[in-house]
């Protein structure tokens, strides 16, 4: 079908796989994968997208792709996959893979000054190339920048981060100075106390950072500080199962000098508690593999030997953050007092416990094969071993009445009471280490006078595992808030911004997930005020706590019961154990079970007591903090970690949003940690979570590079001569773009500012460049064309003179021809009526000729009667010259006249009175017959007048009864227009609350597509079963329920192949009628998907408009658009258009045979002028309601025929009806036209050729194929 051409299906593996369309259906297309012949996959409208013609191409910026949609996107990144090429840009949000192999000469010191200063799009795409638009922008736009580097665990967001820092720190440091030896040397000494091996990432960051780096007023690195987030206390003390702790307590183990090991007391990791629950193995090479001794290596290490990354080796790593902490300025015993903190640490976990039978109270006590342990966790920590065993297994509680200080009372703990205080104290001594490390690499990067910034945001990504706890929660609701604010910063923000600048450009629609956001953190009724709040209470349970999130939160979109997951695993939760949040990227189930314990970041008083009075004077250093509560009552004093995150998280979105921002999106391309394998669905699901879709579209309509006209003008100002310094900075900056030669379709000017289009940065960074040598060149080229200009500008005031001279020497000859005719006509103002008067006064001549002829025939009184004509010819000729001679009025002339007339009237009567009594005796009988004649002729004339009379009358009543029932017809038809409108009204009402319901609709299958594939990928991790996605009755489509309608026929499960075979052999009417219906819909569905996945680059299409003119136009625009204004109703998610009702029977209108002709103008010929657009002749013939044939005749081309069986694909789908056709006066024709023209074209051969093929029943029985 269609050619064959290549689509984009949807897979469950691969994402989409490249096909050609098999069957066309009621909601879904099936298509024949290229890969795998002879197998189907059905697929929904619009999840199927077209391929561009070479899918084995591939773009940099991929708003150069001609089809843009998520299927061409993902196949560009996996093209450049394949070739190594791990960037790209989404105009200039770059996309980075995570390659897992380190790519020759990718990050050398080569490849960074390759970038110095280069725009985007002259080099390759790079995260240098990122690094240096930050740098570039905070300079010439005198604003700090951020650079937000995103994507889940395991997509090199880490990596990412490091190579911006470095690239920052080579190109713009002073010459590699202590303090960017230092901002490189942070990122190690941080990874070693804060990344961990996770199943999904080998080198994962726990937690979040915002490094900046400061800049003087010279634009040099002047220093730096980090901020941190939410760093993962629970890994400390357990992991999961291939996880790891961090990595500095694996490296202490395997790297530490064999004296500090002994000092430490360090033992293989399996021997550690809180090491040997998840992976005891090492990463190591083969070399370092080789030089650790066996006494060092765990059994699982034995057994199955080293962890391999490129990245990571834990024995030379060792040296590297010793190193590290030596560029930090720490000296040997600073850096031994952290190595003793965390070996103290380990220690601490092996502290058992048993229960202490001689205590009568169900105390316990420490085991006696953890003495040792004891002992040496005691000694490194600097506590006294007696006052830790009575912290860990008792607390001190102060009664609140008992004196002046209160009586203390000594409470033993029991076994699992014991060991959440021994956990809590290490993961309260290592967040503190960890926050003293951080504060000492802040004291190592100083700045003195900081101009401005670029901070580099590395944060956990989107996270989701089988259990998901408090951690995950934070970590997600930081996601939510960064996608909020690249929804308002790049889509939101970018739209407002288009259309208070005026630029017209079309609204992209996006997924607001404020309500998710507003669920999370809204006051009383919000999950993290609600777990403080159950914090608070005397005896706090997660279950009262989760029972307090669903009854607070009812019917709330985002939030639900653990049973309502799509994984099957997570539905033996209760209700009471955990919750379920929709977030952004998909459905999270979230165990409350240790939510109360990890939001609670406070000891009892016995364990602060023991480490605030430590001898170690690290420890004591990290645990000094005045602003700390005393202790009361022996209650734990609550410190809210999900308050603390919720305060570092407002400040860092409040930086992010005064700043300019850059966005780097990390992908990673398998789960498998592997180079080379493309897994395309994860990959997929991670672009949609990171909204790369919605940018996509948005990025080619748009413009996503601008400046202020102001901000240009002044970047140039002091370069400028003086004859251009006093320009406009409008003028100056179109004067500027003139003179480069740039494209107009490229920029687009605003009210204050000039827009770019995507992939049109290198221009705009030309421009933006403070070269002083390029800037002079550029003002020379404003100038010349400033002078060309203005040169342009004389010419055309030249020539207006000219013309205005012209101009006048017109009006100099039509005043003269005005003055001439205004005395012309004074002139025959005052001698008209005399010349007039003779004209008519000569006229009476005539009259002389008649009495003479009169006279002639007189016998008697002949002399007399030729006097009497003498004196009236006297007469006339003297009032003819008294005329002449006298000025006579107007009314002196006619009464002369009338004189003259009324004489010779008396004349002519006397001259015919002796006349007739001459001929009197002889002329009697004559005359008597002529007067019986003219009598008759009289009454004749009276009878027809009185006859004409009555008809008259009879007319004029019918008239009057025509008016009157005209007017009551015109009553009629504005009482039905009003009653029209207001069920218009009605309907339009009713029609948008439909849109509204059906637009939250459409976005809950798109939520619920994405909390399946978000179960999917998680179901691949441990062979966990999906529920399979189920589609309502609710949700089901418009074209569905239409084809549902007629209960005697169900074709929806009909293939368009059946249809049609059904179509060409049935001879049952009501099947008959059913299944045409049936087959144009199905059209009308497939062509309106592929008008919504059409070309979308303008200059590829205009090349392309005479190769697809026959296919994108199936009817002429006027027929097209009528059924355009039908179809209203319809909203965006409604695939099928609404078919005509159907009848059982048809009657003999349905089947009549109707043609048509209209003129309409090519595709190709509609942007031209007027007079050299070509007009041709589009002819339809109807059989019944559906078109037969279809015949396209164009000046100066081969007609185009077309069949109906035959050229479906290429033919009009619409019913009669639809087309509006029968309300164009004039359009249709009698067969006889349509056949000649038919005939005249060669359609007779073409449709014998395809007889068999043809569907209509006029046409078969014509062909003498059905009777």
């Not at 760093?231 to 990595?247: A, F, M, T, W």
């Not at 002139?827 to 000569?842: A, D, S, T």
């Not at 008759?936 to 004409?948: I, P, T």
């Not at 697809?1108 to 258009?1137: I, L, S, Y």
């Amino acid at each position: 079908m269609d050619g064959g051409k290549k689509i984009w299906v949807p897979h469950p593996h691969d994402g989409f796989k490249l096909g050609r369309i098999l069957d066309i259906g009621v909601d879904t297309i099936t298509v024949e994968p290229f890969d795998a012949p002879g197998s189907a996959i059905s697929a929904p409208y619009n999840r199927v997208f077209p391929a561009e013609e070479y899918d084995n191409k591939d773009v940099e910026d991929n708003c150069a792709l001609m089809y843009l949609n998520e299927a061409t996107l993902l196949n560009n990144i996996k093209v450049r996959y394949t070739k190594n090429l791990i960037y790209s840009y989404v105009a200039n949000i770059l996309i980075a893979v995570n390659p897992y192999f380190e790519v020759p000469e990718l990050y050398s010191s080569q490849t960074i000054k390759k970038y110095v200063g280069k725009s985007l799009g002259t080099v390759p795409p790079h995260v240098f190339a990122i690094a240096d638009k930050a740098y570039r922008d905070m300079k010439a736009l005198k604003t700090s920048q951020s650079i937000i580097v995103s994507g889940e665990s395991g997509a090199g967001k880490t990596e990412s981060t490091k190579y911006i820092l470095k690239y920052l720190t080579e190109s713009w440091g002073s010459h590699a100075g202590p303090i960017e030896e230092r901002i490189v040397e942070s990122n190690p000494l941080m990874e070693a106390f804060g990344n961990a091996k996770t199943v999904r990432n080998n080198n994962s960051s726990r937690f979040g950072k915002f490094v900046e780096i400061h800049f003087n007023q010279k634009h040099i690195v002047d220093g730096g500080f980090v901020s941190h987030y939410l760093l993962e206390k629970s890994r400390i003390c357990v992991q999961g199962p291939d996880e790891r702790n961090y990595h500095i307590f694996y490296r202490m183990c395997a790297g530490a000098p064999e004296e500090m090991r002994k000092h430490l007391r360090l033992l293989p990791p399996d021997q550690f508690h809180y090491l040997n629950r998840g992976c005891t193995q090492y990463f190591c090479t083969t070399a370092t593999d080789r030089q650790l001794n066996q006494n060092r290596k765990s059994k699982e290490y034995l057994q199955k030997g080293s962890l391999h990354d490129p990245q990571l080796d834990d024995v030379t790593d060792f040296k590297v953050t010793d190193h590290a902490m030596s560029q930090m300025g720490m000296n040997e015993n600073e850096k031994m007092a952290i190595y003793t903190v965390v070996a103290g640490v380990l220690h601490l976990g092996n502290i058992a416990f048993e229960e202490n039978t001689e205590d009568m109270k169900g105390g316990c006590k420490v085991h006696a094969s953890s003495e040792q342990s004891l002992a040496a966790a005691s000694l490194l920590l600097g506590t006294d071993k007696d006052e830790m065993r009575d912290a860990l297994t008792s607390r001190v509680m102060q009664a609140v009445r008992g004196g002046v200080k209160g009586t203390v009372i000594k409470v033993p703990l029991k076994i699992y009471e014991a060991q959440s205080a021994r956990d809590a104290l290490a993961k309260t001594i290592y967040g503190k280490l960890f926050d003293y490390i951080v504060n000492r690499v802040n004291q190592a990067l100083p700045f003195k006078s900081s101009a401005s910034y670029i901070g580099v945001l590395d944060i956990a990504g989107f996270e989701y595992f089988q259990v998901n706890s408090f951690e995950q929660f934070c970590i997600n609701y930081c996601n939510e808030k960064l996608q909020q604010f690249f929804n308002e910063r790049i889509l939101k923000e970018e739209q407002l911004l288009y259309n208070k600048e005026g630029l017209n450009v079309k609204r992209i629609d996006y997924i607001d997930n404020s309500d998710c956001i507003e669920l999370i953190e809204n006051k009383s009724y919000g999950i993290f005020d609600i777990l403080d709040e159950e914090n608070k209470l005397p005896r706090p349970t997660p279950d009262h706590f989760t029972a307090e999130v669903h009854d607070k939160n009812k019917n709330h979109y985002r939030l639900s019961v653990p049973r309502k997951s799509k994984l099957k695993s997570h539905r033996d939760v209760r209700d009471d154990e955990g919750f379920l949040i929709r977030h952004f990227a998909g459905a999270v189930c979230y165990h409350t079970v240790q939510f109360l314990e990890k939001n609670n970041d406070a000891l009892h008083a016995s364990l602060e007591i023991v480490v605030q009075e430590s001898k170690n004077s690290l420890i004591r250093q990290v645990f000094d903090d005045p602003t700390s509560k005393k202790m009361a009552s022996g209650k734990l004093t609550f410190i809210s970690v999900g308050n603390k995150f919720r305060t570092q998280l407002k400040t860092l979105m409040d930086k992010l949003k005064s700043t300019g921002t850059n966005f780097v999106r990390c992908i990673k391309p398998n789960s498998k940690m592997v180079d080379h394998l493309f897994e395309g669905a994860q990959i997929l699901s991670q672009l949609q979570c990171a909204g790369m879709h919605s940018v996509l579209d948005l990025m080619q309509q748009g413009y996503p590079s601008r400046t202020q006209f102001a901000d240009l003008y002044n970047m140039y100002k002091r370069y400028l001569p003086a004859e251009l310094a006093r320009l406009d900075p409008r003028l100056f900056c179109k004067a500027l773009f003139k003179a480069l030669g740039l494209n107009e379709n490229d920029f687009k000017f605003g009210l204050t500012k000039v827009f770019f289009r995507p992939g049109k940065f290198a221009e705009f960074d030309q421009i933006m460049k403070s070269d002083p040598e390029n800037l002079a060149i550029l003002i020379k080229k404003v100038k010349r064309w400033l002078i060309c200009s203005r040169w342009r500008k004389a010419q055309w005031c030249a020539l207006s003179v000219i013309k205005l001279k012209n101009k006048i020497l017109y009006r100099r000859a039509m005043l003269i021809k005005i003055q001439k005719t205004v005395k012309m006509w004074v002139c025959v103002r005052k001698y008209r009526p005399r010349f007039k008067g003779i004209q008519k006064i000569k006229t009476l001549r005539s009259q002389l000729t008649m009495m003479g002829q009169i006279v002639s025939q007189l016998k008697k009184d002949k002399s007399s009667s030729e006097k009497q004509v003498q004196a009236v010819a006297q007469s006339i000729e003297k009032v003819i010259q008294q005329i002449k001679t006298t000025r006579v009025t107007r009314q002196e002339i006619d009464k002369a006249y009338s004189g003259l007339v009324a004489n010779i009237n008396q004349t002519l009567n006397d001259l015919q009175k002796k006349l007739k009594q001459q001929k009197n005796k002889e002329e009697e009988e004559r005359l008597r017959k002529i007067q019986e004649e003219m009598e008759r002729e009289r009454k004749k004339k009276e009878e027809e007048e009185r006859k004409k009379r009555r008809e008259e009358e009879e007319q004029r009543k019918l008239r009057m009864e025509m008016e009157a029932r005209r007017k009551k017809e015109e009553e009629e038809r504005k009482r039905q227009e009003e009653a029209d409108r207001k069920a218009a009204l009605e309907l339009q009402a009713q029609l948008e609350k439909e849109a509204a319901a059906n637009a939250e609709r459409q976005q809950q299958l798109e939520q619920e597509r994405l909390d399946r594939e978000l179960a999917l990928r998680l179901a691949e991790e441990d062979q966990s079963q999906v529920e399979e996605l189920q589609r309502s009755e609710s949700q089901k489509s418009i074209g569905a329920a239409a084809a549902e309608d007629d209960k005697k026929y169900d074709l929806a499960k009909w293939k368009y192949a059946e249809l049609r075979d059904t179509i060409n052999t049935s001879c049952d009417v009501d099947l008959l009628e059913a299944c045409r219906e049936e087959f144009h819909r199905r059209l009308k569905v497939y062509h309106a998907w592929k008008s919504k996945n059409k070309k979308r680059n303008v200059q590829e299409k205009q090349l392309n408009n005479v190769k697809n003119a026959q296919t994108d136009e199936r009817a002429p625009k006027a027929v097209m658009e009528n059924r355009k204004t039908k179809d209203k109703r319809q909203t965006e998610g409604q695939n099928a258009p609404p078919i005509p009702p159907r009848t059982n029977v048809p009657n003999s209108e349905e089947w009549a045979q109707r043609y048509f002709r209209i003129p309409f103008v090519r595709p190709s010929d509609q942007h031209r002028d007027e007079a050299q657009r070509k007009k041709g002749w589009w002819l339809a013939h109807f059989d019944g309601k559906w078109i037969s044939r279809q015949m396209e005749l164009h000046p100066d081309k081969q007609p185009v025929l077309l069949l109906a069986g035959v050229d479906d694909m290429q033919m009009c789908e619409l019913h009669l009806d639809e087309t509006g056709l029968t309300r164009k006066r004039g359009a249709e024709i009698l067969e006889h036209e349509f056949n000649a023209d038919w005939r005249k074209n060669g359609g007779d051969s073409y449709l014998n050729s395809n007889r068999t093929r043809v569907t209509s029943k006029y046409l078969r029985k014509i062909l003498g194929i059905d009777k």
